[in-house]
């Protein structure tokens, strides 16, 4: 797989203009990207949208050390998913859905190490008449999404993710931006990651046929 533009993260989407989100990125850890997470792309969305509100730590003693709770207002919602009532019945149910989304995490590089699965979120509670959807991570996601001090992570635009209409475009593109700060690819400003399929299979969660 291939990846070419000077600006990875350059990739103008309207739904996103005039929000509060259009200039913020989500950052994990690495170990994080490479987990087995399985997300549709509402979920998915919704997941990024939690993170673009955390002041994660990057250098020391600057940054959040425990989570809080996240509002998405209801009016931001209904620019980024629309103002039908089925938009409504869909969040709810993803915010169900989510509340139990668990990731399997392999923390080593020794392959003999096995994976540990960890729980995403703590609350995640829709309510249009009280102000939208409230975001809480599970305290499991500390290393991964707010420790990231000396730690490699990966940076996405939030507009890139609302660009994209599949959750494997999403999982795909937060492998290739994996390598973006990489010495030959910021010399060539082209990313280049090979995957067997039982690779792809496992980091997109697809079962086998």
């Known amino acids: 797989m291939g990846a070419d533009d000077k600006d990875f993260n350059n990739i103008p ?16 850890a690495n170990k994080l990207v490479e987990a087995c997470k399985q997300f549709d792309i509402l979920e ?5 949208l939690g993170a673009m509100e955390l002041y994660p730590q990057l250098v020391e003693g600057k940054g959040d050390t425990e989570f809080t709770e996240v509002k998405i207002e209801t ?11 089925e938009y409504y019945r869909r969040l709810r149910a993803a915010a169900r859905k989510l509340q139990g989304r668990l990731v399997d995490v392999r923390d080593s590089d020794d392959e003999n190490i096995g994976w540990k699965t960890l729980n995403i979120f703590r609350c995640m509670q829709f309510d249009k008449k009280k102000g939208g959807l409230i975001i809480r991570f599970s305290d499991d996601m500390k290393p991964y999404l707010l420790e990231l001090v000396d730690k490699s992570y990966t940076r996405v635009a939030g507009k890139v993710i609302f660009a994209l209409s599949s959750p494997y475009a999403i999982r795909i593109i937060e492998l290739m931006l994996e390598w973006q ?3 030959d690819v910021r010399r060539t400003h082209k ?8 690779e792809l299979r496992a980091l997109l969660v697809i079962g086998s046929k």
């Open 13 to 28: 989407v309207s739904v996103l203009d005039n929000t509060k989100y259009q200039d913020r990125d989500i950052r994990q």
């Open 44 to 48: 998915g969305r919704l997941f990024c």
């Open 75 to 85: 009016e931001d919602i209904q620019k980024l998913f629309g103002g039908h009532p």
């Open 181 to 183: 700060n990489f010495p």
């Open 191 to 198: 990313i280049t990651r090979s995957f067997t399929i039982k």
